[in-house]
């Protein structure tokens, strides 16, 4: 071949391939790929996500993602990528690259059947970089390499389909990358039938009927979920066995499928969205159709120990009309039967009742609203004659129980229609008028269920029962309320053998939210073709304490309105995967509340006094991390849920009321954290984070008042303990109580305010800042040795000279309050930054803010009138006046990816968020 031939054939093949790179560049990849088109249609759930570290936060704030982690599937994952980044070398910051990956795109999860008793999850992950495709691909390689695992290649369909199997249980995961989108599922045939989906790109998608709704976009939704209500029997079919749900069956056919947006907000999690009406003739809405929603009137006669409540909305004489009668009917019934039915109002039920073990039958009770009991009680009566039932009945209460002997599908449809093994006999046994409605059973479920109403224990009674209501629909066609707690026992008998097993081991995730409400309600106008149901499933677990708070908007920023005032300063604490941060407040009556960054309670505890020394506490030394506080003679570390973890609370003596509380790492390493204590009369108490007091502080006693909080630290392994005195001497004692060589020191004038604390690899290395009366700022170590003196202004007989440091303990500014006068000085600036007159004379609380870069802020709390200055780095007053603030203080954080500051300040009853954007000096 000649020279000019090959070059020829070179040419052309270049041509092509831009010319095929042109054409997919413009045909092709200039089609976005819809990720819904991707899902198959066969799908029961369809979640999708978009912002998964806000969906990590919210499942931590409603302790859900302990649950979800300690999943049998969730930790075999984990264990494949923990092997994956140890082969590959990775560090801290690849190891939380999943998270990273996932970010926040478009991640689509679907559920599906895929054969008798089984079904399946596919996965789908858009890849927005070329970095993130090497990722996932480098992941399947390092497992791939490992000998546990094998990794292959196959084609399907003109589609390479990449496989990786376990050796030892040949478990395989198999991933489709389809234009940047990873679909990925342990079950090949779902990943299969995606690839079969793709040859027909025009078909309508799962969410095709909810196009132009995108739940996604509004404020405070996690997810997304999709729910088609036709394939939920066959999903019940794999979870319950298949004559245990029949009931759930005919309510399904309400709705054909629904779109809900997800929100999780600490103590519940809130779906709530459309669902669209079921157009299958014969379904259960065409025979509801017209009918009005109905409200829950049947509180004050459900058991607490009721498991489940079916209520409907729904007169059963024109839901379920009767069938033909045969011509013969000598003694009457079916008439009788009719003129009973007549009687009936649009509203009836079933409940479930809590049983004594696993299983064995729940009782079934069937409600029915009778807006005219006496009527119904005078038909009731002929049936009995009818029957020849006997006329004895039997007395609870004020209630009658009389014998029944017709069946209760006879009077009140299908949906009670006997479902073994778990329904009530085909004749219903016995039946009493309770108030307005027939309620009918079995004689033995009666009269249980009686006595509890005659005593009382009824849901009208129960403050917890009352307040989940409260947050429930007001009316609906269909209501499904669950107890989880009363029906465990009643869900292990349905279940199938392989889910009772999963079932036990995740019953802390069950039960987690043992309150549930599912609601659909009808449009006002059924007949417009677009009228759907509005549709809410709420899962709520009660509040811990009395925490009556509810969440409003201002102008100013976000407000959230307790029951009884505030007092003290707010606590800001960092929040994981958001800018914003949690507050712990207390409130008048002692109550405790820890609010999350969207302003939710997550949980409050009644404490007798004011807490001090709120500060988090890591964990070491065998005790774990949490919030720690003191409060009256007790040191509490409250966990996640606000329950004190072992060993606190640690118990001081009676006698002794904590004042300050202070916190420290220990002197080695795997050590517990070192607590110091200031009771009221100023003593001192050292002791670690494991209840062991110290020798010689039991507790100390000083001679003369404290100046300002102590300071604790380790230096070089030693506990050192520095405490300022007023009368102008520090005192520094090591963990024995014995004071360091060169203590006493005085600093030449008399002390007020806090301590700038340097701690340095060795006692002389280490730096402390004070300033006395004088106006001197003194700084001195713990080798009892002055480094240095300097006036910061000039003094009177009448000024009081204050140190403030930052709140993360690195810089400080000083105070000068002469009369009204309040000067405020930064280190080594002869002017003061902030010159102020007030109306009110006495202390003014004065906080600095130092976060680096110049972005420093000033707040002076003047608590006469109830307000609050802030002042930037250059003295500025930010928004020309002071702002409302009824507390000691205020709490502020900075967000350095928006650069903009969270304000949060109390007044009177109310929580307040103000976001600040400042100009730098």
């Known amino acids: 071949m000649s020279r000019k031939l090959l070059a020829l054939l070179t040419a052309l093949l270049l041509l092509l391939a831009l010319a095929t790179y042109v054409y997919y560049r413009r045909t092709l990849a200039a089609v976005p790929v819809d990720p819904y088109s991707l899902v198959p249609d066969d799908a029961v759930l369809v979640l999708s996500t978009h912002d998964h570290p806000a969906l990590v936060r919210h499942l931590q704030e409603t302790e859900l993602w302990d649950n979800l982690t300690a999943v049998r599937y969730f930790q075999q994952a984990a264990g494949h990528l923990a092997l994956a980044d140890s082969l590959a070398g990775g560090s801290a910051r690849r190891r939380n690259g999943i998270l990273a990956l996932l970010g926040r795109k478009l991640v689509i999860t679907s559920v599906h059947v895929t054969g008798s008793g089984e079904f399946d999850v596919l996965y789908q992950i858009p890849l927005a970089r070329v970095a993130e495709y090497r990722q996932v691909r480098s992941l399947l390689e390092t497992l791939g390499r490992d000998p546990r695992y094998r990794l292959s290649t196959r084609d399907y369909e003109d589609q390479e389909l990449t496989v990786l199997t376990e050796r030892r249980s040949e478990n395989s995961l198999t991933v489709l990358n389809y234009r940047n989108h990873l679909v990925v599922s342990a079950k090949p045939a779902l990943v299969e039938s995606v690839v079969r989906r793709l040859a ?63 929100k999780l907000a600490g103590s519940r999690a809130q779906l709530q969205g459309f669902s669209n009406p079921e ?120 209630y009658e129980v009389h014998p029944v002997a017709f069946p209760e599908a006879a009077i009140l ?85 392989e889910r009772r097993a999963g079932l036990l081991r995740n019953e802390a995730l069950f039960k987690r939210f043992p309150q549930i409400a599912m609601q659909l309600v009808p449009a006002e106008n059924e007949s417009a073709p677009e009228a759907q149901y509005y549709t809410q499933l709420l899962l709520r677990h009660p509040d811990l304490g009395p925490a009556l708070s509810q969440a409003g908007g201002a102008a100013n920023g976000r407000v959230m309105t307790f029951q009884y005032p505030l007092l003290g300063a707010p606590t800001l604490l960092p929040a994981l995967g958001t800018r914003i941060p949690a507050v712990v407040v207390q409130d008048s009556t002692g109550v405790l509340y820890y609010v999350s960054a969207d302003n939710t309670v997550l949980w409050s505890d009644t404490l007798t006094t004011p807490v001090v020394g709120l500060n988090l506490l890591p964990g070491a030394g065998g005790v774990p991390g949490g919030l720690l506080l003191g409060a009256g003679h007790k040191l509490h570390l409250l966990a996640n849920d606000g329950r004190d973890v072992l060993p606190f609370p640690l118990n001081l003596p009676d006698s002794v009321r904590v004042a300050a509380l202070l916190a420290a790492p220990g002197s080695g390493a795997g050590t517990p954290a070192r607590l110091l204590a200031v009771t009221a009369g100023n003593d001192l108490l050292l002791l670690d984070a494991k209840g062991r007091l110290f020798p010689g502080w039991q507790p100390k006693q000083l001679d003369f008042p404290l100046a300002g909080r102590p300071a604790l630290l380790s230096v070089n392994g030693r506990d050192v303990v520095l405490v300022p005195l007023q009368n102008g001497y520090v005192y520094a004692f090591d ?33 402390f800042t004070l300033v006395n009366q004088h106006g001197e700022l003194v700084v001195f170590n713990l080798s009892g040795d002055i480094i240095s003196r300097a006036r910061v202004a000039t003094w009177s007989r009448t000024a009081r000279f204050r140190l403030v440091p930052d709140a993360r303990g690195r810089t400080f500014a000083v105070t000068r309050e002469d009369g009204n006068q309040l000067d405020v000085y930064l280190p080594n600036k002869p002017v003061p930054l902030i010159t102020q007159r007030f109306v009110t004379s006495g202390v003014k609380p004065v906080q600095y803010f130092d976060f680096g870069n110049g972005r420093r802020i000033i707040a002076v709390t003047e608590t006469g009138p109830g307000h609050v200055f802030v002042y930037d780095g250059k003295g500025r007053l930010l928004g020309g006046a002071p702002m409302p603030s009824t507390g000691s203080g205020v709490g502020l954080s900075y967000d350095a990816t928006t650069d903009t500051y969270q304000l949060v300040r109390t007044v009177s009853r109310e929580l307040r968020r103000t976001e600040l954007k400042v100009a730098l000096p």
Not at 215 to 233: E, F
Not at 287 to 307: D, K, N, Y
Request: aromatic letters at 6%; glycine letters at 10%.
């Open 735 to 767: 963990g024995k109580g014995s004071l360091f060589p060169g203590f006493p020191l005085s600093m030449g004038g008399r002390l007020a305010g806090g301590v700038l604390v340097q701690a340095g690899a060795t006692l002389a290395r280490s730096r």
């Open 200 to 262: 027909h790109p025009d078909a309508p998608t799962v969410v095709a009927a909810f196009s132009s709704t995108d739940l996604l976009k509004l404020r405070g939704v996690d997810a997304s979920l999709l729910v088609n209500y036709r394939r939920l029997p066959q999903f019940l079919d794999v979870l319950f066995r298949k004559d245990a749900h029949s009931q759930f069956d005919q309510l399904a056919g309400l709705v054909s499928e629904g779109l809900l947006g997800v």
């Open 413 to 497: 449809g299908p949906l009670l229609a006997p479902a073994r093994p778990y329904a009530v006999e085909a004749v219903a046994g016995a039946g009493v008028m309770v108030g307005n409605y027939l309620v009918l059973s079995d004689e033995l479920t009666l009269n249980g269920y009686l006595a509890d109403v005659v005593a009382g224990r009824t849901w009208a009674q129960s403050p917890t029962q009352v307040s989940f209501l409260q947050e429930t629909l007001p009316q609906a066609r269909l209501s499904i309320i669950i107890d989880t707690r009363n029906s465990w026992n009643a869900l292990l008998g349905v279940l199938t053998e």
């Open 279 to 398: 157009t299958a003739r014969g379904a259960l809405h065409q025979r509801l159709r017209g009918q009005p929603a109905q409200p829950l009137r049947m509180t004050s006669l459900m058991s607490t120990r009721t498991a489940m409540l079916l209520h409907l909305a729904a007169d059963p004489a024109r839901t379920w009309p009767s069938p033909g009668r045969p011509l013969v009917d000598s003694l009457g019934r079916n008439a009788a039967l009719d003129s009973l039915r007549a009687t009936f109002d649009g509203e009836m039920a079933i409940g479930y009742l809590a049983t004594a073990a696993a299983g064995s039958r729940p009782g079934r009770l069937a409600f029915v609203r009778c807006p005219a009991p006496a009527r119904t009680n005078k038909w009731l009566a002929r049936l009995r004659r009818i029957y020849n039932s006997s006329p004895s009945f039997t007395r609870v209460g004020p």
